[in-house]
């Protein structure tokens, strides 16, 4: 074999090389289909780094969660339930723009805290666990809002935005784009480095590679665990940070399918899901490629119900190319 060759293979078995393969590839189909229609514009550009943000920075912790191991079902109901509080904190309780930021972004890494630390006493399966909470944080925010609203939605929160420097941390816009594109790339870049760069980086691998052998070299597996969740239960609180501030109004609803989209874009940017093995790097192109696969749809004057059926094909095929990738990544190292 030659050398360039041996190189090309390497590169190939990279965890995101599929991922970013992929997006490459249904980028050039829907702008075949639908660059005349304004998917090639700057707007059109704009809406899918949107869409890919509003994934991408629930699903970029969900892959670290996932590379440990385990799994977090309660992030979409976290964006619900701290939308709701930053919401109702602006409205009912007149709080400034700042405290009823810290207070949603502090209720998100709360529930973190309580989904890890169930997960370690009980000995429960993270799946249950966060199922649990998914329905608790859905249920209560529905209740609670209503009890104190009479409705589900709160709306017309521009009126205690508006003009606040804090706040256009969260809201502001560089034309077309918007901010939350660069609180995505942050976040990314930030797991790339912890990930790959650090000690708590080989943490993670080692618990999700396999626990006890982990805890019985010294890593600190319990420790870990409680982070990645209160590190996806925050992520989920900046994510509704973000689209309670844009959009001058929270729903209880809000987040519904993104802990499936989240997880969906973990699979797809290459993490296993038996835990072990994934990169900080493929989620960024597991969200273009659905933000992709949403919008090019639209543009392409396709019917949009055909979305869902178009993610399961790609999960689907992520996941038989992830396992094929991995035999292949353990051919290689031998």
Same mark, same amino acid.
């Given at each position: ?35 005349g ?11 899918? &780094? ?5 994934i ?15 799994y ?11 939308g ?6 602006l ?11 810290m207070?949603?972004?502090? &209720?998100?890494?709360?529930?973190? &805290? ?8 009980t ?25 104190m609203?009479? &409705?589900t939605?709160?709306?017309?929160? %521009?009126?205690?935005?508006?003009? %606040? ?11 077309d784009?918007?901010v939350a594109?660069v ?26 590679g ?15 665990l ?20 844009a959009f001058?109004?929270? %729903? ?11 997880i ?15 990169t900080a ?10 933000a ?10 396709i %019917? ?10 790609l999960?689907?095929l992520?996941?038989?190319?992830n ?8 051919r290689?190292?031998?």
């Amino acid at each position: 074999m030659t050398g360039r060759s041996t190189v090309v293979r390497r590169v190939m078995v990279r965890p995101e090389a599929g991922a970013i393969l992929g997006a490459l590839l249904l980028w050039t189909i829907f702008a075949y289909l639908g660059g005349g229609n304004g998917f090639l514009t700057v707007a059109g550009t704009a809406g899918i &780094l949107e869409v890919a943000a509003q994934i991408g920075i629930v699903g970029t912790t969900v892959a670290l969660l996932m590379i440990a191991g385990q799994y977090d079902l309660s992030v979409g109901s976290t964006v619900g339930a701290t939308g709701m509080v930053l919401a109702l904190g602006l409205s009912e309780f007149h709080l400034q723009v700042w405290a009823a930021v810290m207070l949603a972004l502090t &209720l998100g890494l709360g529930v973190g &805290l309580v989904n890890g630390l169930l997960v370690i006493k009980t000995g429960l399966p993270s799946f249950i666990v966060t199922l649990a909470s998914f329905y608790v944080l859905r249920g209560g925010t529905i209740a609670v809002t209503r009890a104190m609203t009479g &409705l589900t939605v709160v709306g017309g929160l %521009d009126e205690y935005t508006k003009n %606040d420097p804090f706040a256009m941390l969260f809201m502001a816009r560089f034309g077309d784009f918007r901010v939350a594109i660069v609180w995505w790339l942050l976040l990314a870049a930030a797991s790339a480095y912890v990930l790959h760069r650090t000690r708590m980086g080989n943490w993670i691998f080692a618990t999700g590679g396999n626990a006890s052998a982990a805890r019985m070299v010294g890593v600190p597996t319990n420790r870990v665990l409680v982070v990645l969740f209160m590190l996806t239960a925050f992520s989920a609180a900046l994510l509704a940070v973000l689209q309670v501030l844009a959009f001058n109004g929270a %729903d209880a609803l809000r987040g519904q399918q993104k802990e499936f989209e989240a997880i969906t874009a973990a699979v797809i940017g290459g993490t296993l899901l038996t835990g072990g093995y994934g990169t900080a790097i493929g989620p960024i192109f597991g969200a273009l490629t659905l933000a992709i696969v949403q919008l090019g749809i639209f543009f392409a004057g396709i %019917d949009t119900d055909w979305y869902k059926v178009m993610v399961g094909s790609l999960l689907l095929l992520a996941v038989g190319f992830n396992e094929s990738i991995r035999r292949l990544a353990m051919r290689v190292r031998r």
